[in-house]
């Protein structure tokens, strides 16, 4: 079983391995692990629009074997995360 904090750590780690900084913006736990959101850090400081990232697929560390999942954006979050529970049950 995978803790919040290997979780975090791997999220992190995924981040970094970008061209540009990267945050973490929102994260949470549901049955199935974590997830978290994510934008680049110059937006986020400066609000400057032309560094806002566009296409930032929000990712899950899953709770039991520690794997990353790179969500999609054409639906909601709980709807890809609801589709992830359903199906690691079949």
């Not at 979780?7 to 978290?36: C, M, N, Q, V």
Request: glycine share 8%; hydrophobic share 30%.
């Amino acid at each position: 079983m995978v803790t919040y904090e290997y979780a975090l750590e791997r999220a992190k780690e995924y981040l970094s391995d970008s061209d540009i900084p990267l945050r973490i913006t929102h994260e949470g736990e549901f049955s199935g692990g974590w997830y978290f959101c994510f934008e680049s850090e110059e937006y986020l400081d400066t609000g400057n629009p032309s560094a806002q990232l566009a296409g930032n697929c929000p990712f899950l560390i899953d709770k039991k074997t520690g794997e990353l999942h790179v969500l999609g954006t054409a639906k909601p979050l709980k709807d890809y995360l609801d589709d992830y529970v359903r199906e690691s049950i079949n």
